[in-house]
């Protein structure tokens, strides 16, 4: 049986109606696949904002996350999209773990720019925690919130970008591969057609020309930190039903960077 770790970061509008991540997600644990998820929730904390009269405004596509909002952020990542996604996986007959990164002192982090308020850049990860967890056989499921980690405020919670938490944490656990699920079919060339294979320069490349722009670079660029590495990065529609199975059974799915 396979033992390789798969890094899978789950977008917040990459699942659909009828969803089936979760089921490929306890297929491949039974097959002996060791999953670490990291899950985003962006719409999610915008509509519990909006109904605690908190008001949402973003820098660069970065939420600015102040005071005000630092604690609906946590409750949000780390309480309700966490939890849920632990008791699916748990209620299909998986076995996993939630966890953020303030679990084990995971996800040390600085402020990334003032502006943005508490919104961290990590620093380091400490994978103490994940190597126990992963060494019993769990699916890991991992919100991204982070610690900071300086002379004053040290111990403060901060909002992490998921895409960068979850490259950095894959790298951390030695992941074979990164798999992106998102809204997306893929990277789109300048034909407007998917792309089924990018090498990192050619997605710079296309990065520089405009032809990746908006939401898809913060995940391209996430993924070319990945690759270097890990050998392989895969975007995927999650949407698309089976998309994470099929990708792991070698089928031609999204697009693949490396």
Known sequence: ?????????????????????VADLVSLQKQGYLPVVV??????????????????RFVEGLRVTDAGSID?????LAGLMNKRLVAE??????????LCGADGGMLR????????????AISSVDAALLETLLGDGYILVIAPIGVLHDSQGAGTLLNINADSVAAEIGAAVGASQFVFLTDVP???GRDGEIV????????RGLIAEGVIAGGMIPKVEACLEAVQRVPLAVILDGRRPHALRDCMAGQQVGTRIG
């Open 1 to 21: 049986m396979s033992k390789q770790r798969v890094l899978i970061k789950i977008g917040g509008n990459a699942l659909g109606r009828d969803d089936t991540t």
């Open 39 to 56: 899950h985003g929730g962006g719409k999610t904390i915008t509509e519990w904002l909006e109904r605690m009269d908190v008001p949402t």
């Open 72 to 76: 609906v952020v946590v409750a949000v």
């Open 89 to 98: 996986i748990n209620a299909a007959g998986g076995r996993a773990v939630g």
């Open 109 to 120: 982090a600085r402020v990334k720019d003032p502006e943005l308020g508490l919104v961290g």
């Open 186 to 188: 893929g990277v789109r």
């Open 196 to 203: 089924p294979e990018l090498s990192a320069e050619e997605a």
